[in-house]
């Protein structure tokens, strides 16, 4: 025969188990969605107000090096360094899909884009007075752009890890920025340059092979694979210069 | 972009690196003539200098193998028998792209980009030398800390190659791939070449040297992909210049395949050939 109050011990321990479980359950599902909503990489949440536009993306092609535009229906931010950085989310996710042409990995792949009016002018020098001299300092930093720059340059700032995760190869990289740049020259047309940054500090390549430290003309980046013509003028594969 | 000027005569510590000529440099004609010396000591320099080439040229020659002499009057000395035309030794630079701590890619299997364009230029190498080619590599191991794009570029433009070819791999992609220079030729060439800018005016060699390249490719059933990009230090060369990207060859001959990077490499010594011709032609009826 068990005593009375050991049964009622041993219920109220069962019940604080349950207790406890139910809190540490409701606990878990705090602390996951708090971790996911962390990590969740989509940079701008969808305008769900905003009406449907068709816009030009330059699709790339590893397989024969070629780039086409296709039109997709897209929502997009007003502003325009938000639709920019927005557009080029919505291209670069585009290549990780499964049946993509032109294989990336997804994942967060543009910091920021900033569009600066050209031509950019250096600061104004200031009144100091040189230490050495005595007389007025005058700055020797000349214009980073001649007088005849005009237009906007866009300036894309990449996230460190889609660079990191790059596939490296002088093709597949060059494919990846001439299909910014396509991009980026078909819906914003006032844009004359294309410059690139990795999480905002300048470097050297992609991934090892195509340059970033140049500044990319902005224009159509339109690419057809020809073959080696027999007997021919050097035959440029691109049907425009960037 | 910063404008930086660099001389296109610049001395630099690396003639002990080169492979097989590290006195080809000071024979050049370019040179002899850019040199402003008064004429009586240009004219004793000169002796002494076409003195040294005929010498280098001996020393340089490589051992061809020749029939021996069947007959007393074969083995007679040269005055009697005609000369034969020797083919022009043209100078090639080679440089293998990455090394060091700088892997490249890393491709399939734990192969590294650096060790594929290792492999791909010692067999260019060997099939240059083998048709009279005179052969730069800008490294031939793995040194423990490769030079910079900007070093190689400093070597390529000192030793005035004929053409550079700079070695890649890829795993992306199929076939070969050709990339020149995406700058444009001035339209007013000057003497004084911007460091960025240096290839501009060797663009349209470039591009001719690669659309031969590509053929000679296609006659191998090779794929080839022609195209420009912006690839350190292909915009610094002062020569006519290309970058050869191996890509897998439809997805089951990888890289690392020696039968494909010696077709590969067959290739493209056989449109060097034809273009060494076609160029010795060209100044002959010049």
């Given at each position: 025969m068990i005593p009375r109050y050991q049964r009622i011990l041993f219920w109220s321990l069962v019940g604080g188990i349950f207790l406890m479980g139910a809190f540490l359950i409701h606990g878990c599902r705090q602390a996951h969605k708090r971790l996911t909503a962390l990590n969740d990489a989509t940079p701008i949440a969808a305008p769900t107000t905003t009406s449907t536009q068709d816009v030009t993306l330059y699709l790339a092609n590893d397989a024969d090096g070629s780039i086409a535009p296709t039109q997709e229906e897209l929502a997009l931010p007003q502003d325009p360094t938000l639709?920019?950085?927005?557009?080029?989310?919505?291209?670069?996710?585009?290549?990780?899909?499964?049946?993509?042409?032109?294989?990336?990995?997804?994942?967060?792949?543009?910091?920021?884009?900033?569009?600066?009016?050209?031509?950019?002018?250096?600061?104004?020098?200031?009144?100091?007075?040189?230490?050495?001299?005595?007389?007025?300092?005058?700055?020797?930093?000349?214009?980073?752009?001649?007088?005849?720059?005009?237009?906007?340059?866009?300036?894309?700032?990449?996230?460190?890890?889609?660079?990191?995760?790059?596939?490296?190869?002088?093709?597949?990289?060059?494919?990846?920025?001439?299909?910014?740049?396509?991009?980026?020259?078909?819906?914003?047309?006032?844009?004359?340059e294309v410059r690139f940054l990795v999480d905002g500090q300048a470097h050297d390549t992609l991934s090892g092979h195509a340059d970033l430290k140049h500044a990319y003309p902005a224009v159509d980046t339109t690419t057809t694979p020809t073959p080696p013509q027999p007997e021919a003028a050097p035959n440029p594969q691109e049907t425009t210069q960037p | 972009m910063e404008c930086e000027f660099r001389s296109r005569l610049v001395k630099t510590p690396f003639s002990h690196l080169r492979g097989t000529n590290s006195f080809n440099h000071a024979l050049h004609p370019n040179q002899l003539q850019s040199n402003p010396l008064t004429p009586p000591r240009k004219q004793s320099v000169a002796a002494v200098l076409l003195t040294l080439s005929s010498l280098a040229s001996l020393a340089q020659t490589p051992a061809q193998p020749q029939a021996p002499p069947s007959t007393p009057s074969q083995a007679a000395p040269s005055q009697a028998a005609p000369i034969a035309p020797r083919p022009t030794r043209t100078l090639i630079l080679i440089d293998p792209a990455h090394g060091g701590p700088d892997t490249g890619a890393h491709l399939p299997n734990d192969v590294l980009e650096k060790d594929i364009t290792l492999a791909f230029n010692s067999r260019l190498r060997a099939l240059l030398s083998t048709n009279n080619f005179a052969v730069i590599s800008t490294r031939t191991s793995d040194p423990s800390a490769a030079f910079t794009t900007d070093q190689r570029a400093e070597i390529a433009n000192h030793d005035r190659p004929a053409a550079c070819l700079i070695l890649h791999a890829t795993s992306s992609g199929s076939g070969i791939h050709l990339f020149t220079s995406r700058l444009t030729p001035p339209e007013h060439p000057t003497h004084i070449l911007q460091w960025n800018t240096a290839q501009a005016a060797f663009t349209p060699a470039s591009r001719?040297?690669?659309?031969?390249?590509?053929?000679?490719?296609?006659?191998?059933?090779?794929?080839?992909?022609?195209?420009?990009?912006?690839?350190?230090?292909?915009?610094?060369?002062?020569?006519?210049?290309?970058?050869?990207?191996?890509?897998?060859?439809?997805?089951?001959?990888?890289?690392?395949?020696?039968?494909?990077?010696?077709?590969?490499?067959?290739?493209?010594?056989?449109?060097?050939?034809?273009?060494?011709?076609?160029?010795?032609?060209?100044g002959a009826a010049q």
């Open positions: 639709r920019a950085r927005a557009l080029l989310e919505h291209l670069l996710a585009e290549y990780a899909g499964p049946a993509s042409t032109h294989v990336l990995k997804s994942g967060p792949a543009v910091d920021d884009v900033f569009f600066l009016p050209l031509p950019i002018t250096a600061p104004a020098p200031t009144n100091t007075l040189s230490a050495t001299t005595g007389l007025p300092q005058q700055s020797k930093a000349a214009p980073a752009h001649a007088a005849k720059s005009t237009g906007e340059v866009a300036v894309v700032n990449l996230h460190g890890s889609f660079v990191e995760n790059h596939p490296s190869g002088i093709e597949v990289e060059n494919l990846t920025l001439l299909s910014i740049i396509g991009t980026l020259h078909a819906n914003f047309p006032q844009l004359t | 001719s040297l690669a659309n031969q390249i590509g053929l000679a490719l296609l006659d191998a059933k090779l794929p080839v992909i022609l195209g420009q990009a912006t690839v350190p230090p292909l915009d610094n060369l002062t020569c006519p210049a290309i970058a050869i990207e191996l890509a897998p060859l439809a997805s089951t001959t990888p890289v690392t395949n020696a039968n494909y990077q010696q077709r590969a490499a067959q290739a493209i010594v056989t449109a060097l050939i034809n273009w060494r011709a076609e160029n010795a032609a060209e």
